[in-house]
């Protein structure tokens, strides 16, 4: 059985789980849309995106969250696109049992574009994925999600489409993409940027993550009837 779930900035398929334990394959599809066309006037010299970096983890923990100030992960891949803290971040969450494992993927060079992590397996007991990229150039800018839940109501989401919105990592005051490094002191939390060329609300791109296959039978995934 397939429900259709609607959420807000969100649409969600999922496959009705009966067991839990079952693991799963998702590829993540990162689809960029920013040009200039979406975001006018103009892209900044060698515009692009950050090799991906995050996380699939438990609900005890969160690698990143708007409201809450960036870890120093977060502020070295927002500053530099740079990843190296944040996987040792994320490593230590693995060390103490609040994450399964450092995902990872390609970066962008240019934009529009696609780029996509083609086998991405999840464990049922670290279900939620976080996952970001620096927007580059810029001060502290980039786009990401957090906690995304791939298991919902007893089910494995089978198809997930996340809109991506430009984030501010309150580490830097800068206003422009080529600003001078300008640290910010103090550090804000980590927000949705409310500046230009992102304050016309239009997506940056999206992470489009998909069921590939799954370790249970179809039985313990599938009902055969629709709802």
Do not use: C
Not at 24 to 53: G, M, Q
């Amino acid at each position: 059985m397939k429900n259709w779930v609607i959420l807000l900035g969100l649409t969600v398929a999922i496959a009705n789980v009966a067991n839990a334990g079952v693991d799963a394959t998702y590829s993540v599809r990162f689809e960029s849309d920013w040009s200039s066309a979406t975001h006018p006037p103009a892209l900044p010299p060698n515009s692009h995106f950050s090799p991906l970096i995050g996380a699939t983890h438990n609900p005890s923990v969160f690698v990143w969250s708007p409201g809450v100030l960036a870890s120093a992960g977060v502020q070295q891949m927002a500053e530099t696109g740079d990843s190296s803290v944040l996987s040792n971040e994320v490593n230590d969450l693995i060390s103490a049992g609040l994450a399964d494992q450092v995902v990872t993927g390609p970066s962008m060079s240019s934009t529009p574009m696609t780029v996509q992590i083609n086998s991405l397996s999840v464990a049922e007991e670290f279900s939620l994925l976080s996952l970001v990229t620096m927007i580059a150039p810029s001060p502290d800018w980039f786009v990401g999600v957090h906690d995304v839940a791939l298991i919902r109501d007893a089910a494995w989401v089978t198809s997930l489409s996340l809109d991506l919105h430009a984030y501010d990592a309150g580490t830097d005051n800068g206003t422009t993409f080529t600003a001078p490094n300008a640290p910010s002191n103090p550090r804000v939390p980590v927000a949705l940027s409310s500046d230009a060329p992102f304050d016309n609300g239009v997506p940056l791109g999206r992470f489009v993550i998909t069921l590939v296959t799954s370790s249970g039978p179809p039985d313990r995934l599938f009902s055969d009837s629709l709802e």
